[in-house]
């Protein structure tokens, strides 16, 4: 992965309001051990990615918005590459960020996510 590197986030419908994402979509929660779980777009397209998320892993998504690892670089966030759920798995890692320190940057990915737009939405 380089700074260019985009990385997947799939978006739970639950959290699209009027075609947009909520806060919560790059906020990760206790259960994620502050790590939130994205695809490397080096390795998979943003259609690929969501194929791959609804139907081999069975999981709900309304579409694919993406950070940079180097968005990331720039809020202190490492992006990590994570292949042993699946090959494409990636990261990012907010640490032992306190939590209004994780709002604060999840914030900033979503305006980040938001500027570049959806890369892949179902039909």
Request: with cysteine; glycine share 8%; hydrophobic share 35%.
């Amino acid at each position: 992965m380089n700074d260019a590197t985009h990385l997947l986030r799939q978006v739970h419908p639950a959290w699209i309001q009027a075609g947009r994402a909520t806060s919560q979509v790059f906020r990760p929660t206790p259960k994620d051990q502050n790590r939130l779980s994205v695809h490397d777009g080096d390795l998979i397209t943003p259609q690929d990615a969501w194929r791959h998320f609804t139907e081999v892993l069975g999981w709900p998504s309304g579409g694919v918005l993406a950070v940079t690892v180097g968005e990331c670089r720039s809020r202190d966030l490492q992006a990590l590459s994570d292949p042993a759920p699946y090959p494409q798995h990636a990261v990012i890692d907010f640490g032992s960020l306190g939590r209004g320190d994780v709002e604060r940057k999840s914030k900033q990915l979503k305006s980040d996510a938001e500027v570049r737009g959806w890369l892949y939405r179902p039909d």
